[in-house]
């Protein structure tokens, strides 16, 4: 039998993931609605991106419900094969976020590049790029350092969040493993238990 430790364990980790996978479902829908900021920051592809590592994470929590409840180690095999695959997902994501950030100056000044001439004019009259300069100006001069302290601070957050899936990812593939090899003990024990009449070995 598995212990009381063992199973709060694997709950804990397996409530985390679906919470995680909530949160970046969620966060991918309700960053797409209209603000200019977080427009800037996210490209549609971004969110997208978010929106399937939520699902996946969110399908892989139904699964482990459903192989849990089973006998034998195969579908708690099958569901450590799911989790990394989670994981090299998440590590990509991550990966990307990462490398993006190291150009991020750079980055931006094209994204603002690609918007139209009313956005440009929106972040002039918000003071976020160039405040002194007229509007007309600001469409062909871009002041970076205003929207760069939001962007930046925003894409750390995700950074940070998008580590603490893969922490979750991990702990709980680590603690399957241990449910796993405690089902097998268990198994072999049984069939030895067959093999001397049903006489109990342990």
Wanted: positive net charge; aromatic residues 10%; charged residues 10%.
């Amino acid at each position: 039998m598995l212990s009381k430790k063992l199973i709060g364990a694997w709950a804990f980790f397996d409530m985390c993931l679906m919470a995680a996978g909530i949160v970046s479902l969620t966060l991918s829908i309700v960053w797409r609605q209209p603000n200019l900021l977080l427009n800037l920051t996210f490209s549609g592809i971004a969110l997208t991106a978010g929106s399937v590592l939520g699902i996946i994470l969110l399908a892989t929590f139904v699964l482990s419900l459903v192989v849990i409840i089973q006998r034998g180690t195969l579908g708690l095999k099958i569901l450590n094969w799911t989790l990394l695959v989670n994981s090299i997902i998440i590590l990509l994501i991550g990966a990307y976020i990462w490398i993006f950030t190291l150009h991020e100056r750079n980055n931006y000044h094209a994204v603002f590049g690609q918007q139209s001439n009313e956005t440009k004019i929106l972040i002039q009259d918000m003071a976020l790029a160039c405040p002194n300069q007229a509007a007309a100006t600001a469409l062909n001069n871009f002041c970076v350092t205003p929207i760069i302290a939001f962007t930046d601070s925003t894409l750390n957050n995700v950074f940070s969040t998008v580590d603490g899936f893969m922490a979750i990812v991990i702990g709980f593939f680590l603690a399957n493993m241990c449910v796993i090899k405690k089902r097998q003990e268990f198994e072999r024990f049984e069939k030895i238990d067959s093999k001397r009449g049903g006489h109990s070995f342990i």
